[in-house]
């Protein structure tokens, strides 16, 4: 069994296209694996406002074979009147690669119709991979979608490193002048130093050590806890709108919660203006 890293890091993305990437990564990932015949025991996808992940785990070393049966020909057209196939049959056989003993005759609803059977060898896990990781980067779709250099790669924000790690190994891929490798970033200010990653079952502890909690479940639960733990030390209770946390939820690598007031003279607007303010303007959380 094999592990995949693949590290999309970029300049800081904004809240809302991390938001509708993972869940189009979500959708898209698993459905392209299965496609081409992937399993995997656990599959993880991760973000940070310098980061995109994908962690797949449990992955065979290639696909199985499977059979794959092609519609050809209508009966018709694939034997003439001697029962003796047509140039269309043969073209159809060779451009599959099939011999007659691999053609069967199927009633539709169209009428009778000469259908393949074709073996479809597995491929290696890194060979499948290199060729579908590129679509996985450039499918993504966001608002405000940018180029950066003399490049014509379209994304959020500029890509500035990419991990692709197939266990310990760095598996290549073509993405215009980007090379991946296994060097990645931490916190930006709190660990500034590149990152040397050793592969997908580490990559979570290795960020966290890096001061980047890169799992953004585990990043969320952490500021809510540390928002109620505030709160609390001042006898008080913490407003936590849903869309608020999410947002800055992908604001963050390392949440730190600070508590702090406003001057007395600037609270003499009605309550709801100025939470209004604080949330929508600010990213604070009233208490």
């Known amino acids: 069994m094999a592990d995949f890293l693949l590290e999309i890091g970029t300049e800081e993305l904004p809240a809302g296209f991390l938001t509708q990437a993972l869940p189009q990564w979500e959708e898209q990932i698993p459905r ?17 406002p310098r980061r995109l992940a994908l962690v797949l785990l449990g992955l065979p070393a290639a696909p199985p074979d499977r059979i794959e049966v092609i519609k050809g020909p209508a009966k018709d057209a694939a034997y003439d009147a001697q029962k003796q196939p047509t140039k269309a049959l043969l073209g159809f056989m060779r451009s599959k690669g099939v011999t007659e003993a691999d053609l069967t005759l199927e009633q539709t609803d169209r009428g009778a119709f000469v259908f393949a059977r074709v073996v479809i ?29 003399d490049g014509s ?11 692709s ?96 007031q406003f001057d007395p003279d600037f609270l003499t607007l009605p309550a709801p203006v100025i939470k209004t303010e604080m949330i929508s303007h600010q990213r604070y959380f009233p208490v």
Not at 153 to 163: A, D, G, K, N, T
């Open 165 to 260: 790690l197939l266990d310990s190994e760095v598996l290549p891929f073509e993405l215009e002048d980007l090379i991946p490798g296994r060097t990645s970033f931490g916190h930006r200010v709190l660990h500034p130093e590149p990152l040397v990653l050793s592969g997908a079952r580490a990559y979570e502890t290795q960020l966290r050590n890096a001061y980047v909690w890169v799992n953004p479940q585990t990043r969320r639960a952490l500021i809510e806890q540390m928002l109620y733990s505030a709160a609390s030390d001042l006898e008080a209770k913490p407003e936590i709108p849903a869309d608020l946390l999410t947002e800055v939820n992908y604001l963050v690598e390392w949440p730190t919660v600070v508590t702090g």
């Open 121 to 149: 060898q597995g491929r290696p896990v890194g060979t499948v991979l290199q060729s579908l990781i590129p679509s996985w980067i450039t499918g993504l779709e966001g608002k405000r979608l940018m180029r950066w250099a």
């Open 32 to 48: 392209a694996l299965q496609e081409h015949g992937l399993s995997y025991d656990e599959v993880h996808f991760w973000a940070t």
């Open 153 to 163: 790669l379209r994304f959020s924000r500029p890509i500035r490193w990419l991990v």
